[in-house]
């Protein structure tokens, strides 16, 4: 699929010839372009975001900043904020109403909601997935902590879309019949509960920007984060060599790259072993992988005994 035509140019079937100035950019775009290609994300437009909401200032400062600030100028990612109350119909604007049946707390009202998911997903500007009156072309998510849990993989799940809607929750929740007539999908960032769902939005905005390809300065970066290859991510150490008389581990200043990759892969597995070692029930490991975590095994088995006989 990619050719290479020289130090400058690239030549792409799908993408048609590019021309970088700097070759350290044609390095970065190229993998951008490689990595869309291999996991299926459409490269030629940005993934849109549309976020609904009733707090849009606690949603714009997140997204005014760093990676995703640049990814949004940089057209990989849009993001647009829709506020909830301005398709409340009333004169008040009033977006929440006490529950049918009795008991405390506001309940999030159906009209607001559907008015303003319908309005904006219909518009003119849609991306060319989103079918004349087929809403559920584009997955609409509604952030709440009886949904399913958020993951690396739903991440990935999600970057594969042009389009994704988010709706954020306040009170005690949503009208069912938003749930059941228009969400396709619920997801929760965790077994607790915030006071809304802008935190999570922004969250599963974050996760799923990150993949994108081009989306991080350094285009491994997303490859290395914790969780991406099922494992949690290695120890990093930076200047100076030695802080407070506590040094970096000797093998990452050897310049031995081959040494420094297998230390990297043993403390992300030993890590995973000693926090998540749910996660490793999953993963297909190598026969190395193996023999070393057999004598992780053996020196936390060893640890446990001697606490226990000093107790
Ligand atoms: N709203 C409140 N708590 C939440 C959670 N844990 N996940 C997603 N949305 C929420």
């Not at 606690?58 to 109350?85: D, F, P, T």
């Not at 739903?154 to 306040?170: K, N, S, Y």
């Not at 990759?261 to 993963?283: M, N, V």
Request: hydrophobic share 40%.
């Amino acid at each position: 699929m990619f050719e290479s035509i020289g130090a400058r140019v690239i030549v792409c079937e799908k993408f048609g010839t590019l021309t970088c100035l700097h070759t350290h950019t044609l390095a970065i775009e190229y993998t951008r372009l490689v990595v869309a290609a291999r996991e299926g994300y459409n490269d030629t437009v940005p993934l849109r975001f549309d976020l609904f909401t009733l707090f849009p200032d606690i949603c714009a400062a997140y997204l005014g900043e760093s990676i995703l600030k640049r990814a949004q100028e940089s057209g990989l990612v849009s993001v647009r904020i829709h506020n909830l109350r301005d398709y409340a119909a009333d004169k008040h604007h009033i977006t929440d109403d006490l529950p049918y049946g009795g008991g405390g707390g506001m309940v999030m009202k159906p009209e607001p909601i559907f008015a303003a998911v319908e309005s904006v997903l219909t518009a003119d500007d849609r991306p060319p997935t989103a079918v004349e009156g087929q809403l559920s072309a584009v997955p609409i998510i509604l952030l709440t902590p009886q949904g399913r849990p958020f993951t690396q993989a739903i991440a990935h799940e999600l970057a594969q879309h042009d389009r994704l809607a988010l709706i954020c929750g306040r009170y005690e929740g949503f009208d069912e019949r938003v749930r059941l007539r228009l969400a396709t999908d619920e997801i929760s960032i965790g077994d607790y509960v915030i006071t809304g769902g802008e935190l999570a939005a922004l969250v599963v905005v974050d996760a799923v920007t990150r993949l994108r390809p081009g989306a991080l300065g350094d285009p491994s970066g997303a490859l290395d984060d914790s969780h991406a290859s099922g494992l949690l991510e290695y120890p990093h150490y930076t200047r100076p060599p030695e802080f407070r008389g506590w040094a970096v581990p000797d093998v990452l200043l050897s310049g031995d790259h081959a040494r420094i990759a297998r230390w990297r892969r043993e403390e992300s597995l030993r890590r995973t072993f000693h926090r998540r070692p749910d996660l490793l029930l999953k993963l297909e490991l190598s026969e190395e992988d193996r023999l070393f975590l057999a004598e992780v095994a053996e020196e936390a088995a060893e640890n446990l005994r001697s606490q226990i006989s000093n107790s």
